[in-house]
DNA sequence: TTGTACGCGTTATCAG
DNA sequence: CTGATAACGCGTACAA
């Protein structure tokens, strides 16, 4: 079954020509007799023939593929546990719908894989900007068993990398960016020096900051930090701090809450909180959190302890994951384009691969500020519903 | 910038060995004295060296890498629609947060892109089974221009390929069988000779309408198929006669009731069935739908004309996309295992490659019953309820 | 418009 | 444990 496979070779000697020819009609380079091509095409057919990419990338020196590295997200978790086990069974036909479970979904938030939604529509972007620019993408999650031979495997194999930031060490980074040029996408760590695709983080909480000061008259925000040293969240808090001041309102120097990303963490920030109200404390007007999980965590602990969100404080998020669109109360939050985020990655790319020598740019999407419950969502004057479609 | 690449003989003379010893520590094959690994390894830090994927496949005549074809989803086409126009202005740092929309989000049951999530999850499941075997993942959606050339260049460049059914035609699907194996993942068409992976269609509907049949009591039941000639949605009708001829219920010889997988269809066939009652005619106890798409289409119109669901009509769907767990009310299904689904493909495909004569399999993955609003929800006796985590 | 000849960077084979 | 040597399949100057 598929004995040696054609190649380019044996289409030359059954069309009668030189392989330079047949190498012609398949780069559709140089001109070619209407005869020759004609011959060259039904050789092709009728041998079955592909062109080896692992020869033409040697012979050409690149390879047309570009590549994405991608942080490992929760979800995965669900598919390494079952790996431990014995595979669930799969021959066909033998159970009957007796062995179909049948249960209630009680739920309505259960975890959205894949960091909730996020990263495939990165993947979704990128593999359509590559598409446009006639290459192929590859994949891969930075898991650590074999991090570095997994990556630098990937290195050898592509034009360009794009790399969410935070997912390699800094010397496999560099390892990898002195073989093909490298993008990092917006997340985590300070990497410099490559092409940087971005949000505007910054402006987006500003905005929603501005409608917080003045469509709800809220006026004690605080705002819930990430790790220190990441920039994105530097530069969400600087967005916060910039509306306050604008508003007359004094900002923090830095910070006064500080999670992890994380929904667990956020709740732990609210139980906090809501720990500090039996002692007598009190609550901000609004948490302005660093981006949606926090928030949902906060929310979370809200709800068990009978703090209402919004009436009692306000909390918003950044990032739009797809949880925030079903929590309760919504999250009020600055939306992403993860898409275009992934897209504008590979475009990037490509223009760097044309151009190696251009020094290294950032790039910044624009944001969405999207109301919703957790803010009460008076909307500000002059702004965009969306619009459902009319089903009638 | 970037001169020339270090190649495995640079490495080999600047660590005073043979290119053969080289390869031997990359590969971690033979044996290799400590010395020599050590000099071999710094070289390699020193040099930056990575191995070049092209040569090693051409050397070697594998790839390690696997290609996945996904069809093209409703979503593509924003962004395709966004390159016809000026791309968004990128450029950071300019437009202050004045220019950030502000919008409020009232669709919650706005299109969430890549198929309802689908095609993610199965990348996601893809990219896992793929690392777990030490292999690369190129993803590729089948965008129709170029389509022929796109394909083949996937194939020349993996060991085997993932194809979502009904997304190549068959010549070009047999051309590319030819080269590298196939595996077909579930969907639309009636290819043949090669591996497959489904899952459980019939037991997963047989035992919804069971369901509905014992736990509800109803007794009139409708299917509402998609497009003749698609094996997946045949096996889900077999699963709902099944269910009633066990009942003692006469079941149809053939659906009365066809979409076309898409919710708009799903629409103009609850528009007829509002019609028809208009006219004196009846509804039946329930709509069993072919898939989640077409069952929410459904929904749409039964809420703008005052149907109510489930008390007037129970409607069910099909594959658990994400919408139907939002929807209102939201939609009693069968959920398929998406993840898993891509798992399955590529682990079959690795199977296939390690053994190429044995003869091609069919894989069915099991199926859950997942009981919402649109029934009515009686659970049955027994059954599992999906909790959720406490949050105090 | 077509063909010749060489080399791309690695692995596999076989001999030490 | 190590090293020669010969492919692997194609692109690309260069010549015709």
Redesign the pocket.
Known sequence: MRG?????????ERA?????????V??A?????R???AAIRQAIDELG????A???G????HTAMVGLCLPVVDADTDLADRSDRRPPPRVPGLPGAETVPVVVDTDPEAIISWGGMYFGEVVRGAEFAAWEAGLAITVAMTRAPDLEARVLNMA?RVDGMVVVSGTLPDDLLEHVARRVPVVILTGLGPESAHDRVTVRNAEGVERLVEHLLTDHGITSLEYVAAPEGTPDDEERFRGFCRALTRAGIEAPAAPRLRGDWERGRGREIARGLVDGLGRGGTLPGALVCCNDNTALGLLDVFAAHGVRVPEDVVVTGFDGVEAARTSAPPLTTVEQPMAELGRAAVEVLTARIAAPARRAATTSLPVTVVLRGSCGAHPPVGVDGRAGEDPA
Chains 1, 2 share one sequence.
């Open positions: 040696p496979v054609p190649t380019l070779r044996d289409v030359a009668g020509v030189s392989p330079t020819t047949v190498s012609r398949i780069n380079s140089g001109f070619v007799s005869e020759a091509r023939y592909v062109p080896s692992s020869a033409r040697l012979a050409s020196r050898g």
